[in-house]
């Protein structure tokens, strides 16, 4: 079956650092890959996505890059503001597939 | 424009209580509609998902129920609940074939 695994946190950073959040995954077939973000007390908001190898979805200065070759879809952002403050979700799902396997969540602090 | 309401925000009940989560999708037809639960400190599990009316798949044999008596109404029940059955929790839908998701605000249910 599918499954996601990603970086365990808690993440504290400092403003304007660089923030990487390894995501690897297992899937059959061409999952489509994503990231979602949790902000305190609220929902999930998509963040970027990925539908085929090399894609690299971006929003928000966040990267992802669809690595086939090594099953990973990496989160990454070059400056972090205190407003990234969030936990972060790697996600896929297969085109057949009715489900969305998450990861176990990151929880990010940046500090000011 | 498609959103989705979900109520309450929050929720406080005593064990042994009924429980009924309401989640709605607006702007759109015959969607797959999902209830999805975030323990504390844990990652999100899926709980059930619809591709039809009253079509109802569960994915963890649990305390809890889901009926869709409605296109665009999912609710998640309970006839009395647990301390375990705690958490935040999330109701998403997608259009059939696609592959991206939207979920709403969520509802904080405490069990006490």
């Known amino acids: 079956g599918n499954s996601v695994t990603q970086m365990e946190g808690p993440v504290t950073l400092s403003e304007e650092a660089f923030l990487t959040i390894n995501c690897t995954y297992t899937?059959?077939?061409?999952?489509?890959l994503f990231w979602y973000v949790q902000y305190p007390g609220e929902g999930l908001q998509l963040l970027l996505k990925?539908?085929?190898?090399?894609d690299k979805g971006s929003n928000k200065g966040f990267e992802a890059t669809y690595r086939k070759e090594t099953t990973s879809f990496h989160l990454e952002k070059g400056s972090v503001q205190v407003s990234d403050s969030a936990v972060y979700f790697c996600?896929?799902?297969?085109?057949?597939?009715?489900?969305?396997?998450f990861g176990a969540g990151t929880t990010v602090t940046v500090r000011a | 424009s498609q959103t989705i309401h979900q109520w309450p925000a929050t929720l406080v009940q005593p064990v042994g209580s009924p429980l009924s989560l309401e989640c709605t999708v607006e702007?759109?037809?015959?969607?797959?509609l999902y209830w999805y639960r975030q323990a504390a400190g844990r990652g999100l599990q899926l709980l059930f998902y619809?591709?039809?009316?009253?079509?109802i798949s569960s994915e963890v044999p649990q305390n809890l129920s889901a009926s869709r008596p409605q296109d665009r109404q999912f609710i998640l029940s309970s006839k009395k609940l647990l301390l375990s059955d705690s958490g935040f929790y999330l109701c998403?839908?997608?259009?059939?074939?696609?592959?991206?998701?939207?979920f709403g605000s969520g509802t904080r249910l405490t069990v006490v």
């Open positions: 998403a839908w997608r259009i059939q074939g696609a592959r991206g998701y939207t």
């Open positions: 899937a059959t077939g061409y999952p489509s």
């Open positions: 990925a539908t085929k190898a090399d």
């Open positions: 996600a896929l799902t297969n085109d057949n597939d009715y489900k969305l396997s």
């Open positions: 702007g759109t037809s015959n969607p797959n």
């Open positions: 619809s591709v039809g009316i009253g079509q």
